[in-house]
């Protein structure tokens, strides 16, 4: 007898039901350091879903939920049954191949492939920080530059061939109100665009204890001159991601936001000016987090970790397809889809070898959970989640998410949100709120390793180099973290580390 564990479907939104929505009303200065739940939950359910309270050593800011009003109003979500066309994406994949899996473990490049008892990791001494918690990074495509992202609102841009060597420091010289820096994504000509939090210098709340917030805009950096060329105008708060993506052959930039909005907005080719902008039609989300664009598709379908769900978007169209519900009680925070390495041995073990299916991807999500225990205590343990998106086989069909495998240790403690995790295609690495990385084997679900060189608090973002035996990882203690094996000498004698003054 088989005691093979089944697929889990998650359970969709129809795209032409009625839902309740709350009409909405709010100070546009709230903070969020104290509130974690959905805006748009109906009253009834208020009750059941405690907030969950940000514990006082984060730094980040975040909005609060505004005060919901009694009154509801019957939406209906448009038609999306005929959003899939066969013979359309087929074309899109075809001409427009992906780009995304060129770097993983097995590729023939030393990005780090394995990460265990026998192939440790090790902090590389280098000096790279920031005067306050350091939200995000991004590297640039050629590998060579590592952008970091500050709560105090600086951009500092580090030489990773080069003894991580202070290259820029990038602040907008011209803003007059306060600015707080939570992520940014570097143009292939370049240019860094950097979105994040704006507030009022001379208004203060004394209800939420800090500064209005305003409009926030993605600004546009040239890095060379180190000032602002553009302004893109269009989110009215915190943005959370921004990424660069090709449609068709045209540049755009995609954004999320604490608003709930996502925005693609269509740049020109050198990527400094905006042709166009447009928000995705989508009335339900409260708080969009990530994205990630769909493998073989030419980049016309996107998820994104919405609230506490995943949500399927169409890019070219700009319209929400599919929900995919309730994957963590708190918030879904970050998804991404991965080239999984060892799927063959998977579907082996499974018995699920099913060469008929026409296409799927493998995506991992990391979520928190509501603390219905008592202040930071859940009683639904933290996890990140292995899934498989199922493409459709016919015209007008809708795409299926099946939850493959849960990762998760009693040790392994993250109920924190905006918090990112990565994948080398081997191994899924998961920060926690006590400065560790939990290193997860994808395949046997194991904890092979526990790195820890921060401080005992939240780790905001981690990535692997693609074609270096490099990993970085960014906290709340204001620092940058590099890794490599223990073993491995030569990446501190070509980076030269550790052999100059702090910049």
Same mark, same amino acid.
């Given at each position: 007898?088989?005691?093979? !564990?089944?697929?889990?479907?998650?359970?969709?939104?129809?795209?032409?039901?009625?839902?309740?929505?709350?009409?909405?009303?709010?100070?546009?200065?709230?903070?969020?350091?104290?509130?974690?739940?959905?805006?748009?939950?109906?009253? *009834?359910?208020?009750?059941?879903?405690?907030?969950?309270?940000?514990?006082?050593?984060?730094?980040?800011?975040?909005?609060?939920?505004?005060?919901?009003?009694?009154?509801?109003?019957?939406?209906?979500?448009?038609?999306?049954?005929?959003?899939?066309?066969?013979?359309?994406?087929?074309?899109?994949?075809?001409?427009?191949?992906?780009?995304?899996?060129?770097?993983?473990?097995?590729?023939?490049?030393?990005?780090?492939?394995?990460?265990?008892?026998?192939?440790?990791? !090790? *902090?590389?001494?280098?000096?790279?920080?920031?005067?306050?918690?350091?939200?995000?990074?991004?590297?640039?495509?050629?590998?060579?530059?590592?952008?970091?992202?500050?709560?105090?609102?600086?951009?500092?841009?580090?030489?990773?061939?080069?003894?991580?060597?202070?290259?820029?420091?990038?602040?907008?010289?011209?803003?007059?109100?306060?600015?707080?820096?939570?992520?940014?994504?570097?143009?292939?000509?370049?240019?860094?665009?950097?979105?994040?939090?704006?507030?009022?210098?001379?208004?203060?709340? =004394?209800?939420?204890?800090?500064?209005?917030?305003?409009?926030?805009?993605?600004?546009?950096?040239?890095?060379?001159?180190?000032?602002?060329?553009?302004?893109?105008?269009?989110?009215?708060?915190?943005?959370?991601?921004?990424?660069?993506?090709?449609?068709?052959?045209?540049?755009?930039?995609?954004?999320?936001?604490?608003?709930?909005?996502?925005?693609?907005?269509?740049?020109?080719?050198?990527?400094?000016?905006?042709?166009?902008?447009?928000?995705?039609?989508?009335?339900?989300?409260?708080?969009?987090?990530?994205?990630?664009?769909?493998?073989?598709?030419?980049?016309?379908?996107?998820?994104?970790?919405?609230?506490?769900?995943?949500?399927?978007?169409?890019?070219?169209?700009?319209?929400?397809?599919?929900?995919?519900?309730?994957?963590?009680?708190?918030?879904?925070?970050?998804?991404?889809?991965?080239?999984?390495?060892?799927?063959?041995?998977?579907?082996?073990?499974?018995?699920?070898?099913?060469?008929?299916?026409?296409?799927?991807?493998?995506?991992?999500?990391?979520?928190?959970?509501?603390?219905?225990?008592?202040?930071?205590?859940?009683?639904?343990?933290?996890?990140?989640?292995?899934?498989?998106?199922?493409?459709?086989?016919?015209?007008?069909?809708?795409?299926?998410?099946?939850?493959?495998?849960?990762?998760?240790?009693?040790?392994?403690?993250?109920?924190?949100?905006?918090?990112?995790?990565?994948?080398?295609?081997?191994?899924?690495?998961?920060?926690?709120?006590?400065?560790?990385?939990?290193?997860?084997?994808?395949?046997?679900?194991?904890? =092979?390793?526990?790195?820890?060189?921060?401080?005992?608090?939240?780790?905001?973002?981690?990535?692997?180099?693609?074609?270096?035996?490099?990993?970085?990882?960014?906290?709340?203690?204001?620092?940058?973290?590099?890794?490599?094996?223990?073993?491995?000498?030569?990446?501190?004698?070509?980076?030269?580390?550790?052999?100059?003054?702090?910049?």
């Amino acid at each position: 007898m088989s005691n093979k !564990k089944e697929p889990v479907s998650y359970n969709e939104v129809d795209s032409d039901i009625e839902i309740d929505v709350l009409a909405i009303s709010g100070s546009p200065g709230r903070d969020i350091d104290d509130v974690l739940t959905d805006d748009l939950l109906a009253s *009834s359910e208020e009750d059941k879903k405690k907030k969950t309270k940000r514990q006082p050593k984060k730094t980040l800011t975040k909005r609060k939920a505004p005060v919901k009003r009694t009154t509801q109003t019957k939406l209906k979500l448009p038609q999306t049954v005929d959003s899939w066309n066969t013979k359309l994406v087929k074309e899109l994949a075809e001409k427009y191949p992906d780009t995304y899996w060129k770097f993983h473990a097995d590729a023939e490049y030393d990005m780090i492939d394995m990460i265990n008892e026998t192939h440790s990791l !090790k *902090s590389i001494p280098c000096n790279m920080s920031d005067q306050s918690a350091i939200s995000s990074m991004t590297l640039s495509d050629d590998g060579m530059l590592l952008a970091t992202f500050s709560s105090i609102g600086s951009v500092k841009v580090w030489n990773v061939g080069d003894n991580f060597e202070l290259l820029r420091k990038i602040r907008d010289k011209e803003e007059t109100q306060i600015d707080e820096f939570y992520c940014g994504a570097f143009t292939p000509n370049g240019l860094l665009a950097v979105g994040g939090k704006r507030k009022n210098r001379h208004h203060w709340s =004394t209800e939420d204890n800090d500064n209005f917030i305003l409009p926030c805009d993605i600004k546009i950096f040239d890095m060379v001159e180190a000032k602002v060329i553009n302004r893109l105008v269009g989110h009215t708060e915190e943005v959370l991601t921004i990424k660069t993506v090709q449609f068709k052959g045209e540049n755009y930039l995609i954004s999320t936001s604490q608003d709930g909005s996502i925005i693609k907005w269509h740049m020109s080719q050198d990527w400094s000016s905006l042709l166009d902008k447009q928000k995705m039609e989508d009335i339900i989300t409260c708080m969009a987090f990530t994205v990630s664009f769909l493998p073989n598709t030419g980049n016309k379908y996107f998820l994104a970790a919405t609230d506490e769900h995943l949500r399927l978007y169409d890019f070219e169209n700009a319209k929400l397809l599919q929900t995919f519900k309730d994957l963590y009680s708190s918030y879904c925070d970050c998804g991404k889809f991965v080239k999984w390495l060892d799927e063959s041995q998977y579907l082996n073990q499974s018995g699920s070898m099913d060469t008929d299916q026409t296409g799927y991807a493998w995506f991992i999500s990391r979520g928190t959970e509501l603390c219905d225990v008592s202040d930071g205590v859940s009683s639904k343990p933290n996890t990140c989640t292995l899934h498989k998106l199922i493409y459709p086989t016919k015209d007008g069909e809708q795409f299926k998410l099946e939850e493959i495998k849960r990762y998760k240790n009693e040790q392994y403690h993250s109920n924190s949100w905006s918090v990112k995790i990565a994948s080398n295609g081997r191994y899924l690495l998961a920060p926690t709120i006590y400065g560790q990385i939990f290193v997860f084997n994808m395949l046997s679900g194991e904890v =092979t390793a526990i790195i820890k060189e921060h401080q005992d608090i939240e780790i905001r973002d981690v990535i692997f180099h693609p074609y270096k035996p490099l990993l970085f990882s960014c906290s709340d203690d204001g620092y940058v973290k590099a890794y490599t094996y223990k073993n491995n000498s030569e990446v501190e004698q070509d980076l030269d580390v550790g052999m100059t003054d702090a910049p």
